[in-house]
């Protein structure tokens, strides 16, 4: 709704994954490395642990963009499988044809696949989101795939993305834990990231020295956020949304402390502290005032769109085009 509001080309802080927005930090450049190790060495096996919304997943997709077309990928976006079906999904994946549905014929049936493939020096590579919900048999099932030998060695590369739990799995077991050659953790972006990680963000989307964010809102989007990029999409956006719903061209530190309760991301009397210690009262009153007014505006350009569906002005304001 409000991209032409603000003059932006595209929806800068959605939280769906979307590699081609991807901010490589340092600490996100590092663990690209590692994955890419995992994709193109004999023996590759990495192991990405991260908290939710730490970029796991955007990191998957810039990786099967890279490795499109020179590598053979299979890719298990969810992990809560069980029995063989993890192997059935690799199977499927790739067409492979498989004589039964029995364990035996499917790791036979991978097995002459991936011979038929790295003979020709092009690598397999597994790679898995949400590793922490995989059984121990499937983590079984993986660990004897990645050993798996052919003429020129090892034929299965892994990578395996999970929340920071999945390293006690690992470590629980001494021939998995062998087997994972490299680990790297995710944390949170710093204050400075976080500043880099907007502007970038913004700066893709359409918008040149950006000051949609002064200084005050980017340490509180890095306080509430912990440096979690998806959390820092989840402020980002209702800040906008919040500003564009009174007819503003940029967010105000009040806006955060009203849309923070709402975002289910700070407790209530957390808010009440901050604005205690800002020597600040809580003005319900007036709260109340601007919600119904920013409705009000909202109704009102739906009123004038129904009234007049040909008027390009009035539509472009929530930038919407002419009825299909």
Same mark, same amino acid.
């Given at each position: 709704?409000? =991209?032409?509001? $603000? ?5 800068? $802080?959605?939280?769906?994954?979307? &590699? ?33 919304? %730490? ?36 199977? !499927? ?6 004589? *039964?549905?029995?364990? /035996?014929?499917?790791?036979?049936? =991978? ?12 690598? +397999? /590579?597994? /790679?898995? &989101? ?25 034929? =299965? !590369? ?14 629980? *077991? ?7 050659? =490299? ?10 990231? /976080?500043? %880099?990680?907007? &502007?970038?963000?913004?700066?893709? +989307? ?25 959390? @820092?999409?989840?402020? +980002? ?7 564009? *719903? ?19 991301? @700070?407790?209530?009397? &957390? ?8 020597? *600040? ?35 472009? $304001? ?7």
């Amino acid at each position: 709704m409000y =991209l032409e509001h $603000f003059g932006l080309t595209r929806a800068p $802080f959605q939280i769906a994954p979307d &590699d081609r927005l991807l901010y490589l930090s340092k600490k996100h450049a590092k663990a690209l490395v590692y994955m890419d190790y995992a994709a193109w060495q004999p023996d590759g096996f990495v192991v990405v642990t991260g908290e939710i919304g %730490s970029g796991k997943s955007t990191l998957i997709k810039r990786l099967l963009r890279r490795v499109k077309g020179k590598a053979v990928c299979f890719h298990l976006p969810f992990t809560n499988l069980k029995d063989n079906e993890l192997l059935a999904f690799m199977a !499927r994946q790739t067409d492979i044809r498989v004589s *039964s549905d029995d364990k /035996v014929s499917i790791i036979y049936a =991978l097995t002459d696949y991936f011979k038929e493939i790295t003979s020709t020096g092009v690598p +397999c /590579v597994l /790679v898995i &989101d949400e590793a922490q919900n995989l059984t121990p048999s499937n983590l079984e099932d993986i660990r004897m795939l990645a050993g798996l030998e052919g003429p020129n060695g090892t034929m =299965l !590369r892994v990578v395996m993305l999970g929340q920071p739990e999945f390293m006690n799995t690992v470590n629980a *077991s001494e021939q998995l834990r062998q087997r994972v050659k =490299l680990h790297y953790h995710l944390v949170g972006l710093d204050l400075v990231e /976080v500043n %880099s990680y907007i &502007d970038y963000r913004l700066e893709l +989307c359409g918008l040149q020295n950006s000051t949609l964010f002064n200084d005050e809102l980017i340490e509180s989007i890095f306080k509430l956020s912990n440096g979690i990029p998806r959390l @820092i999409n989840k402020i +980002c956006d209702s800040l906008l949304m919040c500003a564009f *719903s009174e007819g503003r061209k940029t967010p105000q530190i009040d806006d955060f402390e009203e849309v923070a309760q709402d975002l289910m991301m @700070i407790p209530v009397e &957390d808010i009440y502290s901050k604005l205690t210690e800002r020597n *600040s009262e809580v003005d319900y009153t007036n709260s109340l005032d601007r919600i119904a007014t920013a409705l009000e505006k909202i109704s009102g350009q739906f009123d004038k769109l129904s009234v007049d569906p040909d008027n390009k002005k009035e539509r472009s $304001f929530l930038g919407l085009r002419a009825a299909k």
